[in-house]
């Protein structure tokens, strides 16, 4: 009998621990965004006092995200180790504690098999199957949780910078405002929204902000009347030929 097993490889995410799934990445990428997105909607209506608290929390979870992404391929690339160590004896990860399990699981099968050439053991070739198998697995899901964070993630962080941006307490003097200016913009924020800030008086930067957001509106609203009138043409079109039919 093996005196070691591989125990399953574990994410810490703030207090908690998960085991690792092939799709744990992608999927707390995803549920971030969902979550991150309604701060930003929270970001709107709540109270001044509380709008850095909860923009430090949307960027917190993006740091969280990133956080999960180091750590699966930290596991993935001790996996490709393991595999190393199961198909050609050598290794060349860092030390961890699944690779030194993996050692041990070699060298006593190694030394079983030269004692007892008929013995009955689990086979390393088919181990080691499976192993790359879930290396493979968690590289194609840290593509996807990649994908996510610097996308629809960072964009939904730098979103709740611009809605706290516009709800920034403009007094001059800093020291008494909830929410300064300046400590907001101190976050990750919209390029559009940096050059509309750029040189503008700090008192005046949360207007700015707002006419951001406001272009921004306008924006989707057109893009969803073009859409409206692309289906309305098509539905005409539609009637128009089997009218004619």
């Known amino acids: 009998m093996f005196s070691r097993i591989i125990s399953p490889p ?43 608290a909860t923009l430090d929390e949307a960027h917190g979870i ?20 393991v595999d190393q160590l199961l198909s050609r004896g050598i290794h060349e990860g860092a030390p961890s504690t699944m690779l030194t399990s993996a050692e041990t699981i070699f060298c006593q099968s190694t030394c079983l098999r030269a004692l007892a050439p008929d013995i009955d053991l689990p086979d390393l070739d ?30 939904a962080a730098r979103q709740c910078t611009a809605v706290a941006a516009s709800r920034s307490d403009t007094r001059r003097n800093s020291r008494k405002a909830k929410a300064p200016i300046a400590s907001i913009l101190a ?3 919209p390029a559009a929204l940096r050059e509309l ?13 707002k006419a951001y957001l406001a272009d921004q509106q306008a924006s989707i ?12 043409d098509h539905l005409t079109r539609e009637l128009k030929e089997s009218i004619w039919a």
């Open 126 to 155: 088919a181990l080691g199957e499976q192993v790359r198998a879930l290396a493979a697995a968690l590289a194609d899901d840290l593509d996807v949780a990649r994908g996510r964070l610097d996308g629809k993630l960072d964009e």
């Open 62 to 81: 993006l740091a969280s995200v990133g956080s999960v992404i180091d750590q699966t391929a930290t596991i993935r690339d001790e996996l490709l180790a």
């Open 10 to 52: 574990t994410i810490r995410i703030g207090d908690a621990e998960i085991r690792l799934s092939r799709r744990l990445a992608s999927q707390v990428a995803f549920h971030a965004i969902g979550a991150t997105q309604r701060l930003a909607s929270d970001l709107r209506t709540c109270e001044v006092g509380v709008v850095l």
């Open 197 to 209: 800030v750029q040189g503008v008086p700090q008192y005046q930067q949360p207007d700015a902000a």
């Open 187 to 189: 976050y990750p924020h």
């Open 221 to 232: 609203d057109a893009a969803k009347e073009r859409r409206r009138q692309t289906e309305r």
